[in-house]
């Protein structure tokens, strides 16, 4: 069965780091495209960063480029997305996903599935 799970979330001040591992069972990650995601309470899920597994091409968000970065272990089958100075602005449910046909955009809709979630309280 297919999953990928999340994990590293919780409660950091603001200005501190978190890093989200995102580790894939039951298949491989071959040439998929491995994507993060995130929705703040009340708010639409947006795009964060997506890694291309076809050429390791990296993509970010304007609101999050320059603070998070992401990255594989492809012998451990995670993602992993670093995130450092972070603002409340960040808080949200984290979520990767993975699409199968490694189009390598940034686009919810072509994600094809997903993970549970991890959640990322940042405080004043």
């Known amino acids: 069965e297919a999953q990928l799970v999340e994990s590293g979330g919780g409660f950091v001040q603001t200005g501190g780091s978190l890093r989200l591992s995102c580790e894939a069972s039951g298949f491989n990650f071959g040439d998929y495209t491995i994507g993060w995601f995130r929705q703040g309470l009340g708010k639409e899920r947006e795009e964060v960063s997506c890694?291309?597994?076809?050429?390791?091409?990296?993509l970010y968000s304007d609101s999050v480029k320059g603070r998070f970065t992401i990255s594989t272990d492809r012998a451990k089958k995670t993602v992993y997305l670093q995130m450092r100075n972070l603002k409340p602005e960040d808080t949200a449910v984290y979520y990767c996903?993975?699409?199968?046909?490694?189009?390598?955009?940034?686009?919810?809709?072509?994600?094809?599935?997903w993970g549970q979630g991890t959640q990322v309280i940042v405080y004043p």
């Open positions: 890694i291309s597994g076809r050429d390791g091409t990296r």
């Open positions: 996903a993975i699409d199968y046909e490694g189009l390598g955009v940034l686009a919810q809709v072509a994600f094809d599935f």
